[in-house]
């Protein structure tokens, strides 16, 4: 899709792609509102600004929005509409050993009982021994400091989706 194509369609659609790269209904209607857009730099500077302007209860409904780290299964259930998006930000995921991907799934279970939301990383370039890595330090933080990182890696993310649309 363009950018033109894009800052053309109703706001409901605008919204309903935006919601694509980010699972928060606040900052994808308040992203929405914001169009047109000059430029794809634009509209990241104006998704970095209202994505800080939410408040938590936004960075949780987007973090429901992912798979587990090395859930493969769930990509392909629950979230169909950006199983390929989150496949490909996953997919080293898919050549981790038995072992990385049996202490991710334990990490990820002891990280959700402790925050209350999944581990949220932004997976692209990583290895699955990486993430686990990461889990494993993160579980060590106290959950004001993990929720800010949990919405900086969330926010990374939203980047590279915006990309994808754009592609």
């Known amino acids: 899709m363009t950018l ?9 659609q605008q919204k309903e792609d935006l919601f694509k790269c980010c699972g928060s209904t606040t900052w994808s209607e308040k992203l929405a509102h914001k169009s047109p857009f000059a430029s794809i730099e634009k509209l990241k500077q104006l998704s ?3 994505w800080w302007q939410c408040e938590q209860k936004d960075w949780l409904e987007a973090f429901t929005h992912h798979p587990k780290i090395g859930d493969v299964k769930s990509l392909e259930k629950k979230f ?9 930000e996953q997919s080293s995921v898919t ?9 991710l799934k334990g990490r990820n279970e002891a990280y959700e009982k402790k925050f209350g939301y999944i581990f949220i990383v932004c997976a692209t370039g990583k290895s699955a021994s ?3 890595g990461l889990l494993n330090n ?3 933080n106290s959950p004001n400091a993990e929720i800010k990182i949990a919405a900086q890696e969330q926010n990374k993310i939203t980047h590279l989706r915006i990309d994808k649309l754009f592609s």
């Not at 033109?4 to 409901?12: C, I, P, T, V």
């Not at 169909?80 to 490909?88: I, L, R, V």
């Not at 050549?95 to 202490?103: D, I, M, P």
């Open 130 to 132: 990486e993430m686990l």
């Open 95 to 103: 050549t981790a050993s038995q072992e990385v991907l049996h202490q």
């Open 138 to 140: 993160r579980l060590l």
């Open 80 to 88: 169909a509409s950006t199983k390929e998006w989150a496949s490909g």
């Open 4 to 12: 033109d194509h894009f800052n053309n369609l109703s706001a409901s």
């Open 48 to 50: 970095d600004e209202t």
